[in-house]
């Protein structure tokens, strides 16, 4: 590649991946249409076959892209550019779940109390639910979906919160040993990553479990039940996927990609885990703890 076309912004070809995954989004919504509001829906088969179109889309484009990277057609201005993709892709998930605690925070702090007979002004408590005492947790007035027993903090949730810390300790010496050219060290580092997010997913479903069988917490469980399963789901989800794509990545590794001086594809995949991590610290003192 000459030095004057290093200079230009790699523009990509025509690409049919776009239309390809509008397509898959488009058949998944629609058999999700189908399947909530059919009387008898039968086999979703319209939903998986949205999915597998965007899989697909998804293992085409993306390694594309990746064959793209490895030939050497991004120069620093594509580079930039996928940086600030990445960073506004995660400030769209902190956004996702500062919606969530969000939630938490505005009916702790406010409905709760308010329903409880807090901001007597208002007579909340005597025209929505008179004697209703607000504390917290709660599962709302009428002790909605039953009783309920809270989740030890100090047992799984503390174990599985050392287990992502770490986590982004491994995948960061993975990063170092990547940077220092060692292919070796960082392909160990970044297997112990796997794993440890493996362990972490093990223990939550075993977390999930016990809430369900012996403490009676479920989605059901009035606003507590329903903040905790959002919150700590939509995590796991993210750590399930932050999984697959350090899986990804080692798998790349190990086929020699990715070079000391450019390695954006590692990069974007670290932030997103550093990013997960720190959902599940808030989350740890915000949902389990206080």
């Known amino acids: 590649m000459s030095e004057a076309s290093k200079d230009q912004y790699y523009v990509p070809h025509l690409a049919k991946w776009p239309i390809v995954g509008s397509v898959g989004l488009t058949v998944t919504v629609l058999g999700a249409i189908n399947l909530l509001n059919s009387e008898n829906p039968g086999t979703p088969w319209m939903l998986y076959l949205g999915f597998a179109i965007i899989l697909l889309m998804m293992f085409g484009w993306f390694g594309e892209v990746i064959k793209e ?11 930039t550019s996928f940086r600030m993709g990445m960073i506004w892709f995660i400030f769209s998930e902190v956004m996702f ?18 329903l409880g007979g807090e901001g007597t002004g208002l007579s909340t408590n005597e025209v929505l639910w008179n004697g209703y005492e607000g504390v917290w ?6 002790d909605l979906g039953g009783r309920f027993e809270l989740i030890d903090p100090y047992h799984l949730p503390l174990i599985n ?3 992502l810390l770490a986590s982004s300790v491994t995948i960061t010496i993975a990063h170092h040993a990547l940077r220092a050219n060692n292919r070796s060290q960082t392909i160990i580092w970044l297997i112990a990553t796997v794993i440890l997010g493996a362990v972490f997913l ?11 069988r012996d403490l009676n917490l479920t989605l059901s ?21 932050g999984a697959i794509m350090i899986t990804i ?35 740890f003192i915000f949902v389990y703890i206080l």
Not at 202 to 212: L, N, P, R, S, V
Not at 223 to 240: A, D, E, N, Q
Not at 254 to 275: C, K, N, T
Request: charged share 10%; aromatic share 22%.
């Open 221 to 241: 469980s009035g606003i507590y039940g329903s903040t905790f399963f959002m919150l700590t789901g939509f995590h796991g989800m993210h750590v399930t996927l």
């Open 97 to 114: 779940f500062g919606a969530f605690f969000g939630a938490l925070f505005y009916a702790r702090t406010f409905s709760v109390p308010w």
């Open 202 to 212: 093990f223990y939550q479903a075993e977390e999930y479990i016990e809430a369900y």
């Open 161 to 163: 919160t050392l287990l």
């Open 69 to 79: 990277s490895e030939d050497n057609l991004y120069n620093t201005q594509v580079d």
């Open 249 to 283: 990545i080692t798998i790349r590794v190990i086929r020699g990609h990715f070079r000391p001086e450019s390695h954006f594809g590692f990069e974007a995949v670290a932030w997103y885990w550093h990013f997960v991590d720190v959902v599940w610290l808030g989350l």
């Open 137 to 142: 947790p709660t599962n709302g007035p009428g």
